[in-house]
């Protein structure tokens, strides 16, 4: 079964720097997609990055950068020059052949 | 460029009752997936509908159920509920069923649908 970790219930960043947020995954399909979303306090889901499993690169748009390490099955979230606008809830995903599963979310505090 | 709408925003419901959530995918979608989101927790997989069937279903009950219109627009119906059926219930549109898990599959999200259950 396909299982989703993120280890990290909340974190603190100082406005400006970087910040990782861990994803680890776990999953018998050959091919997958793997996700990030944000959902602020408003409720909505939004899309932040995504990284196929047979991608060569890592992937990244804008300030977000997937850091990912298919042996190791981690597919971290990298946050550069973070803004207070950046505070929300983080979200992992993974897509498989059945289903999208997404992990417990990680609480990214941006502080001034 | 309209996106992914949902109504209503805010619902309560006596256990036992039925309820019916309304979702329109972003213009140019025809795939609708449903997730739950309980309090503290991350969304989970309810089913999705691409040319108004149900192509994949996670593991809820059959209390839950869905329709897709012509229109591509989506209906969940939750029979019978439960206290523990209390959450934001999503809605997420993209282009096609995502069959191909290698393709960058985005979804939209809609803004969701709080229910509580009493």
């Known amino acids: 079964a396909q299982k989703i970790t993120q280890t990290q219930p909340g974190m603190f960043v100082q406005e400006k720097e970087a910040v990782t947020l861990d994803c680890t995954y776990d999953?018998?399909?050959?091919?997958?997609?793997l996700f990030w979303y944000k959902q602020p306090s408003s409720g909505e889901m939004i899309f932040l990055i995504y990284?196929?499993?047979?991608?060569?690169q890592n992937a990244t748009e804008g300030r977000y950068s997937l850091n990912f390490q298919k042996a190791r099955k981690s597919a971290n979230l990298v946050i550069s020059a973070s803004q207070l606008g950046d505070s929300a809830m983080y979200f992992c995903?993974?897509?498989?052949?059945?289903?999208?599963?997404f992990g417990a979310g990680t609480r990214l505090t941006v502080k001034p | 460029d309209a996106g992914v709408t949902q109504s209503p925003t805010h619902l309560i419901k006596t256990r036992g009752q039925q309820v019916t959530l309304r979702c329109s995918p972003k213009s140019g979608h025809d795939t609708v997936s449903w997730y739950q989101q309980a309090l503290g927790q991350g969304p989970q997989f309810i089913f999705q509908?691409?040319?108004?069937?149900?192509?994949q279903r996670g593991n809820f009950p059959d209390r839950f159920s869905g329709h897709q219109f012509p229109n591509y627009s989506s209906e969940l119906n939750v029979n019978a509920l439960l206290l523990g059926d209390s959450a934001l219930y999503l809605c997420?549109?993209?282009?096609?069923?995502?069959?191909?898990?290698?393709?960058?599959?985005?979804?939209?999200f809609g803004p969701g649908t709080r229910l509580t259950v009493t």
């Open positions: 509908y691409y040319e108004e069937e149900e192509r």
């Open positions: 999953t018998s399909d050959p091919s997958y997609g």
């Open positions: 990284q196929g499993s047979y991608d060569q």
């Open positions: 997420a549109s993209s282009l096609g069923p995502g069959q191909g898990v290698s393709e960058a599959y985005e979804q939209y």
């Open positions: 995903a993974m897509r498989g052949y059945n289903d999208m599963r």
